[in-house]
């Protein structure tokens, strides 16, 4: 599918940055929300990409568009293209870059700006990783024991936070490792509370104030999924439907945070 084809074939479009002209333009094809079809869906690895790609159409060095597709009834030209690939998928003038790892490499090698958001730290990657997998494991096995692996983990970034004391997880700029565990926070405070009633404890203090600097960014605000996506993509997951009540919902937000953050 050419970017002409996508444009017509998109169910919603973004557009950040300078002009095509000036800056090289990169779409970004995400997933679209299992509700509608339209506004963005709850994919972690698109929201990721797109926090990244924003960053850098923020400093002008690409111009961004982001294309939803609907993934229970891709249009023809997608299928014709992509068969059975699903989003995340980059175009770079032209070229269609369809894995993740392949999507992160030709972000950091090949995009003007890439390079700085890939910052070297493996205390840091160690830190985050698997933090998805104990969110997955306590909303199916719903016990104490996966509440806490999970509670374990989040304070350890707390600690990570505190210790640092910078607004990011490397520093006070942002970095991929941000745009990685974000999104992931915001699925832990959504579906944990829907599902199992698990609420981020306000006493890790260095962790609310970190998210509160998150929700402040337009990269993280404008490639967020509401509410209601978050839950619906674990309800499919655990082939539980929707009720019609919720289809009908107006999409919410969640970014207010329990405590009082002095800046």
């Known amino acids: 599918m050419s970017t002409a084809d996508v444009e017509t074939q998109s169910q919603q479009e973004t557009t950040n940055g300078s002009s ?7 779409e970004l094809i995400i997933k679209a929300s299992t509700i509608d079809g339209r506004r963005k869906g709850a994919c972690l690895f698109c929201q990721e990409y797109f926090m990244d790609l ?7 060095t690409i111009s961004l568009k982001v294309t939803t597709v609907d993934m229970q009834k891709p249009p023809p030209d997608f299928r014709t293209n992509f068969e059975a690939t699903h989003p995340p998928i980059l175009i770079d003038n032209g070229l269609a ?3 993740n790892e392949k999507i ?3 972000i950091m090698k ?3 700006g890439g390079y700085n958001l890939f910052v070297q ?11 998805y997998v104990k969110l997955k494991l306590m909303l199916v096995k719903k016990d104490d024991a996966k509440n806490n692996a999970l509670l374990s983990h989040l304070k350890k970034i707390n600690d990570h936070l505190a210790n640092r004391n910078t607004r990011f997880l490397t520093g006070d700029t942002m970095c991929c490792f941000d745009c990685e565990l974000m999104p992931r926070l915001q699925h832990i405070r959504v579906a944990g509370k829907y599902f199992v009633d698990f609420e981020i404890p306000t006493h890790l203090t260095a962790l609310w104030r970190y998210m509160y600097h998150m929700y402040q960014l337009d990269a993280f605000t404008q490639s967020c999924p509401a509410d209601q996506d978050i839950i619906n993509h674990y309800k499919l997951q655990q082939s539980l439907k929707m009720k019609k009540h919720e289809e009908l ?14 800046e």
């Open 20 to 26: 095509k002209f000036d800056v090289p333009e990169i």
């Open 54 to 60: 924003y960053l850098l159409a923020e400093l002008k």
């Open 97 to 99: 870059i369809l894995e």
């Open 104 to 106: 992160e490499r030709h």
């Open 110 to 112: 090949n995009i003007p």
């Open 121 to 131: 730290d493996k205390d840091v990657a160690t830190l985050i990783e698997n933090l």
């Open 249 to 262: 919902e107006t999409p919410t937000f969640t970014t207010s945070i329990p405590i009082d953050i002095s």
